[in-house]
């Protein structure tokens, strides 16, 4: 869980000793107890009200399968330019493009020829 390991959350725990006292400490620890609780119990809440509200339909979604973690942009991005799956290179399934061509020169104007106006474009 956000890469906390026991070593870590125990140096945020002295350092919360000396920061916070330890006379006030108990009473930080269990308001930060009452939010999580808090929090959970909310949770629970949209979940019960989305079973409630899907009916029998929430049990056959697979919650598993639309979990973003499981996703993998390259897989995703192999498969889509791959049709048939198969184990070739991307760039080898890669569409070829041509580099852009300028355009075509134009002869200059002469100091004496009006400019061009499109009478339909204002």
């Known amino acids: 869980m956000f890469g906390l390991t026991f070593e870590k959350l125990l140096i945020i725990g002295v350092i919360a000793v000396f920061l916070v006292g330890p006379e006030k400490l108990p009473h930080y620890a269990a308001q930060l107890g009452r939010l999580v609780r808090a929090l959970r119990d909310m949770a629970n809440g ?3 009200r989305l079973k409630e509200e899907m ?3 929430f ?3 697979e ?3 639309l979990d973003p973690r499981q996703y993998d942009p390259r897989r995703i991005i192999r498969e889509a330019l791959l049709d048939d799956g198969s184990a070739a290179s991307p760039a080898a399934a890669a569409p070829v493009v041509s580099a852009p061509t300028a355009p075509p ?4 104007r002469s100091a004496d020829t009006p400019t061009p106006y499109d009478g ?3």
């Not at 020169?105 to 200059?108: K, L, V, Y």
């Open 120 to 122: 339909e474009s204002t």
């Open 59 to 61: 049990d056959e979604v």
């Open 63 to 65: 919650w598993k399968k």
């Open 46 to 48: 949209a979940k019960d």
């Open 55 to 57: 009916g029998d339909e």
């Open 105 to 108: 020169a134009r002869a200059p």
